[in-house]
C-alpha cells in the first residue's frame, strides 16, 4: 500500500467524521430552534446553528483522544477492571475539557467572567458530557468489533480457498501418473509382441507428456486445448488396440472455447476404453459430445461394451473417483456427473457444468 493511498484513506476518515459531527449539530441546531419557537423565545436559525455546531463541534475535538484511549484500554479480557476505572477518570476529564473549551469560548465572545459562564455549564451539562464520553467508547467498540469480524472472515475466505487450491492441486498432481502408469504398463505388454509399435507409443506419450506438464497448476483450460490432449492420448491408444477402437468426436463449435477441468476428459475415455473395448476381442466405439444448452456445457462419453454390471453399478477406480472429486471442489452443487446404462448398450457418463469462457478465480 503507498502512502498515497494510506493518506487518502485517513482524509476519507476525517471527511466522513466531519460531516458525521456537522450532521449531529445541525440536527441538534432544528431542534433547539423549533423548540425555543414554540416557547416563544426569539432565536434565529443562525444562533441556533451556532450554539449547535460549537458543541458537537468541541465533542468532534475532544473524541480524537477518546477513540485512541478506547483502542488501548479495551473493556474485554483479564484487564477489563483497570480498563474500566481508566475510562471512568477519562470521562470526568473529558468532562471538565468540554465546559472549559466551551466557558472559554463564551468569555471570548462576551465580556461575562469565566466562572459565571462555567457554572451553568457544570449544572447544566456535567453527566449529559459523561454519557458523550461512553457512546463515543461504545462506538468506537462497535467498529473495532467489526473491523475484526471482517478481517477473521477474510481470513477464513483466504484459507478456504488455499485448501481448495490445494486440494485441487492433490487431485491433479495424482491423476497425472494414474494415466502414465497405465500407459507404460501398455507399453511394457507391447515390447513382447510390437517393438515398433511400443516405439512409436513412448514417442507419442512424450508428446502427451510435455502437454499435460504445460497445464500443470492450471485447473480450468479451454475445450479446444482439452480436445488437443484428448488427440495425443488417443493416438497412444489407438496404437494399441488398431482397428478394435473407433472414436467419434461429436463438438458443436461454439462449446470449443468454454472452460472446462484441466485433464476431465482422459479419465472418462481412459473408463470407456477400460470397460468397453478392452474386455472383449470384436471391434467397439466410442462417441464423445459435447455442446451448449441454457448456460451449461453439457459433455456425453458413451461406448458400445458390456455396459453396467447386473446391480447397475461400477467400481469406480482412482479416474473416476478423481474426476468426481475435482467437480465437487471446483464447481459444487452447479454440475452434475453421473454413470448410466446406454440405451444401445455400453455405459454413458453425462457431465455438465457451468458454461464460461474465462477461467474461474
Given at each position: 500500500m503507498?502512502?498515497?493511498?494510506?493518506?487518502?484513506?485517513?482524509?476519507?476518515?476525517?471527511?466522513?467524521?466531519?460531516?458525521f459531527?456537522?450532521?449531529?449539530?445541525?440536527?441538534?441546531a432544528?431542534?433547539?430552534?423549533?423548540?425555543?419557537?414554540?416557547?416563544?423565545?426569539?432565536?434565529?436559525?443562525?444562533?441556533?446553528?451556532?450554539?449547535?455546531?460549537?458543541d458537537?463541534?468541541?465533542?468532534a475535538?475532544?473524541?480524537?483522544?477518546?477513540?485512541?484511549?478506547?483502542?488501548?484500554?479495551?473493556?474485554?479480557?483479564?484487564?477489563?477492571?483497570?480498563?474500566?476505572?481508566?475510562?471512568?477518570?477519562?470521562?470526568?476529564?473529558?468532562?471538565?475539557?468540554?465546559?472549559?473549551i466551551r466557558?472559554?469560548a463564551g468569555?471570548?465572545?462576551?465580556?461575562?467572567?469565566?466562572?459565571?459562564?462555567?457554572?451553568?455549564?457544570?449544572?447544566?451539562?456535567?453527566?449529559?458530557?459523561?454519557?458523550?464520553?461512553w457512546?463515543i467508547?461504545?462506538?468506537?467498540?462497535?467498529?473495532?468489533?467489526?473491523?475484526?469480524?471482517?478481517?477473521?472472515?477474510?481470513r477464513?475466505?483466504?484459507?478456504?480457498?488455499g485448501?481448495?487450491?490445494?486440494?485441487?492441486?492433490?487431485?491433479?498432481?495424482?491423476?497425472?501418473?494414474?494415466?502414465?502408469?497405465?500407459?507404460?504398463?501398455?507399453?511394457?505388454?507391447?515390447m513382447?509382441?510390437?517393438?515398433?509399435a511400443?516405439?512409436?507409443?513412448?514417442?507419442?506419450?512424450?508428446?502427451?507428456?510435455?502437454?499435460?506438464l504445460?497445464?500443470?497448476?492450471?485447473?480450468?483450460?479451454?475445450?479446444?486445448?482439452?480436445?488437443?490432449?484428448?488427440?495425443?492420448y488417443?493416438?497412444?491408444e489407438?496404437?494399441?488396440?488398431?482397428?478394435?477402437?473407433?472414436?467419434?468426436?461429436?463438438?458443436?463449435?461454439?462449446?470449443?472455447?468454454?472452460?472446462?477441468p484441466?485433464?476431465?476428459l482422459?479419465p472418462?475415455?481412459?473408463?470407456?476404453?477400460?470397460?468397453?473395448?478392452?474386455?472383449?476381442?470384436?471391434?467397439?466405439?466410442?462417441?464423445?459430445?459435447?455442446?451448449?444448452?441454457?448456460?451449461?456445457?453439457a459433455?456425453?462419453?458413451?461406448?458400445?461394451?458390456?455396459?453396467?454390471?447386473?446391480?447397475?453399478?461400477?467400481?469406480e477406480?482412482?479416474?473416476?473417483?478423481?474426476?468426481?472429486?475435482r467437480?465437487r471442489e471446483?464447481?459444487?452443487?452447479?454440475?452434475?456427473?453421473?454413470?448410466?446404462r446406454?440405451?444401445?448398450?455400453?455405459?454413458?457418463?453425462?457431465?455438465?457444468i457451468?458454461?464460461?469462457?474465462e477461467?474461474?478465480?
Amino acid at each position: 500500500m503507498t502512502i498515497g493511498t494510506i493518506m487518502q484513506k485517513r482524509w476519507s476518515r476525517w471527511l466522513v467524521g466531519f460531516c458525521f459531527w456537522t450532521l449531529l449539530g445541525l440536527s441538534f441546531a432544528s431542534q433547539f430552534y423549533i423548540s425555543s419557537a414554540k416557547a416563544g423565545l426569539e432565536v434565529s436559525w443562525k444562533q441556533a446553528v451556532n450554539y449547535a455546531l460549537g458543541d458537537w463541534y468541541v465533542f468532534a475535538l475532544l473524541s480524537v483522544p477518546v477513540v485512541q484511549l478506547a483502542r488501548r484500554f479495551r473493556i474485554e479480557g483479564e484487564n477489563w477492571a483497570r480498563s474500566l476505572a481508566v475510562h471512568s477518570v477519562a470521562s470526568i476529564l473529558f468532562s471538565l475539557a468540554y465546559m472549559v473549551i466551551r466557558a472559554w469560548a463564551g468569555q471570548w465572545q462576551s465580556d461575562a467572567p469565566f466562572p459565571d459562564i462555567f457554572r451553568p455549564l457544570l449544572v447544566k451539562t456535567w453527566h449529559f458530557n459523561l454519557l458523550i464520553y461512553w457512546v463515543i467508547v461504545a462506538v468506537s467498540h462497535a467498529f473495532d468489533y467489526y473491523r475484526k469480524y471482517r478481517e477473521r472472515e477474510l481470513r477464513a475466505a483466504e484459507l478456504e480457498k488455499g485448501l481448495a487450491q490445494a486440494k485441487l492441486q492433490a487431485l491433479q498432481m495424482q491423476l497425472n501418473p494414474h494415466f502414465l502408469f497405465n500407459t507404460l504398463h501398455s507399453i511394457s505388454s507391447l515390447m513382447h509382441k510390437d517393438l515398433e509399435a511400443a516405439d512409436k507409443m513412448i514417442t507419442r506419450l512424450s508428446d502427451l507428456l510435455r502437454a499435460a506438464l504445460e497445464g500443470v497448476g492450471t485447473q480450468e483450460v479451454s475445450l479446444r486445448q482439452e480436445l488437443k490432449l484428448l488427440q495425443l492420448y488417443l493416438a497412444i491408444e489407438q496404437i494399441r488396440f488398431g482397428n478394435r477402437l473407433t472414436v467419434k468426436l461429436d463438438v458443436a463449435p461454439d462449446a470449443l472455447e468454454a472452460q472446462v477441468p484441466n485433464l476431465i476428459l482422459q479419465p472418462l475415455v481412459e473408463n470407456a476404453i477400460r470397460h468397453g473395448i478392452e474386455p472383449r476381442s470384436r471391434p467397439g466405439r466410442i462417441e464423445l459430445q459435447a455442446h451448449r444448452q441454457d448456460g451449461v456445457l453439457a459433455v456425453v462419453v458413451s461406448d458400445d461394451g458390456a455396459g453396467l454390471g447386473q446391480n447397475g453399478a461400477i467400481r469406480e477406480g482412482i479416474g473416476l473417483s478423481n474426476t468426481r472429486a475435482r467437480l465437487r471442489e471446483l464447481y459444487g452443487s452447479d454440475h452434475r456427473f453421473e454413470l448410466l446404462r446406454s440405451p444401445q448398450g455400453g455405459v454413458r457418463v453425462e457431465l455438465s457444468i457451468p458454461y464460461h469462457h474465462e477461467p474461474q478465480p
